[in-house]
């Protein structure tokens, strides 16, 4: 078999339009995608009476052996093979001879070629979002385990106020649960089939597009020809969808080369999760941690590269869009390789609860509830900020104990001694969505109920 298009071009292809134009090395992997496709429209095809019923079913039986012979390693890729669905139309006409010649009446590479991504990007959302879930229950697991563990938290990366470990692990959880959410709606606007749309205007055949999309699964069925081969909008939401949520993977990666310093000692990474050096026997090295937070650096280029691909392109299909498939592959790539060892850390971590306990339990970090404490009392809010402002500053400037400075000030009385208690902070925390205690017990069953929503919300 020579080229798609041998009978309009003549002349064989050059080595640099080769090198350029193939993309096999990368839509490889829509393999199984292709062929459901293939299968849904050769079914179609029988049905509406374009091909013999005996044709059809030479074409399915080659289908199914191609598909096994790539899934063994078997299958053997040729020179001119410029793409995957390429390399299995020539494979299904070796094997079914003459009516193999027939799986591409009323199709495009056009509409196949987004058919199979849509497909693809269809299970690989549902993949992520149940890696997202593990991470989030692996975070759930640690702030139950948490107990009253408490540290400092921090506005600036100045220690701000006691939060207990529990409420901080939880705020990760509630970042996660929006990106299952978003995952979860891109799945939504991802579920429509092209396939039927031909190279951008139809088709002349009585072909049924509507009878391929249910066959197929789809929720939905294009509108407009010109749109549904042009349109990579469920490509870059799903690329966007991965660079958030690698945004926050990033942060709590951070977080974990912070923490498992020397300086802040609060977490050990299990040994299985970090590295040593080649030269300094001493170090144990948060790579993995370092690596989360590097890798989104190139899901949110692949965002940035795969926009720019897109603009400006005129309807329908370009060539361009070619460039859609190492972007969306890649993201969901690093994504899950990422989250999976995240879960495994936090799976394994031991959080150092007296090292974080002695860095919250300092005298300022109950600064703003001495200022509370004399709004009850009546005094406007502004002025309390100011006068407590002032015994920070006059117990830094005379080196003098914070607690000692407060209670040698006629504003406060004996009662002010409790407020310097190790867990009074979080106790006089009360309000809903806070620190406090019971406030995070409240938080605890409502991250607990919004799991089982978002267990509801994945497709059966
Ligand atoms: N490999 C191509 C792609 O991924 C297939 C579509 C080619 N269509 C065309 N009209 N040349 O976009």
């Keep these: 078999m020579g080229t798609l298009w041998e009978g309009r071009l003549s002349g064989a292809t050059t080595d640099a339009l080769k090198a350029l134009n193939d993309s096999l090395e990368i839509d490889k992997r829509l393999y199984r995608e292709d062929i459901l496709g293939s299968i849904a429209h050769v079914e179609m095809l029988v049905t509406v009476g374009l091909i013999e019923e005996s044709d059809g079913a030479l074409i399915l039986d080659a289908l199914k052996i191609a598909e096994e012979e790539i899934s063994s390693g078997s299958f053997v890729f040729q020179a001119e093979d410029e793409d995957i669905h390429t390399a299995l139309e020539r494979r299904v006409t070796e094997i079914a001879g003459v009516a193999g010649a027939r799986m591409h009446t009323g199709r495009s590479r056009n509409d196949q070629v987004v058919t199979d991504l849509r497909l693809w990007t269809l299970k690989s959302l549902d993949e992520l979002a149940l890696l997202v879930m593990s991470l989030q229950k692996s975070l759930i697991e640690q702030a139950k385990k948490a107990g009253e563990t408490r540290l400092p938290g921090y506005t600036h990366l100045q220690q701000a106020q006691p939060v207990l470990l529990s409420h901080h692990l939880l705020a990760h959880a509630w970042a996660l649960s929006r990106d299952f959410e978003r995952i979860i709606e891109t799945r939504s606007r991802t579920d429509v089939s092209p396939l039927g749309a031909g190279a951008l205007a139809g088709s002349s055949l009585p072909i049924d597009p509507i009878m391929t999309s249910e066959n197929l699964g789809f929720s939905e069925t294009f509108k407009n020809s010109l749109d549904a081969v042009s349109d990579r909008d469920f490509v870059a939401e799903a690329v966007f969808v991965n660079a958030l949520l690698a945004v926050h993977l990033s942060r709590i990666g951070e977080e974990l080369v912070l923490w498992s310093s020397e300086e802040f000692g609060f977490v050990e990474i299990d040994d299985a999760y970090t590295t040593g050096s080649s030269m300094l026997p001493q170090k144990k090295n948060p790579d993995i941690a370092e690596l989360a937070r590097a890798k989104t650096g190139r899901i949110v280029g692949h965002l940035s590269g795969l926009l720019t691909v897109l603009k400006g392109l005129p309807l329908a299909y370009n060539k361009d869009l070619q460039e859609d498939k190492e972007p969306l592959f890649d993201s969901f790539d690093t994504n899950t390789l990422v989250l999976t060892a995240l879960t495994g850390i936090f799976d394994s971590v031991t959080f150092n609860k007296e090292k974080m306990a002695q860095a919250a339990d300092k005298p300022f970090s109950v600064a703003i509830d001495l200022a509370e404490h004399l709004v009850h009392k009546g005094m406007p809010f502004r002025e309390a900020h100011t006068l407590i402002g002032g015994l920070v500053k006059a117990s830094i400037e005379n080196q003098k104990d914070f607690n000692k400075v407060?209670?040698?000030?006629?504003?406060?009385?004996?009662?002010?001694?409790?407020?310097?208690?190790?867990?009074?902070?979080?106790?006089?925390?009360?309000?809903?969505?806070?620190?406090?205690?019971d406030a995070v017990e409240v938080q605890k069953e409502q991250i607990k109920k919004r799991l089982e929503i978002q267990i509801s919300m994945m497709p059966r």
């Design 406 to 437: 407060v209670l040698e000030n006629e504003n406060f009385g004996p009662e002010i001694e409790d407020f310097f208690k190790p867990e009074a902070a979080i106790d006089r925390r009360t309000t809903p969505g806070s620190t406090g205690l």
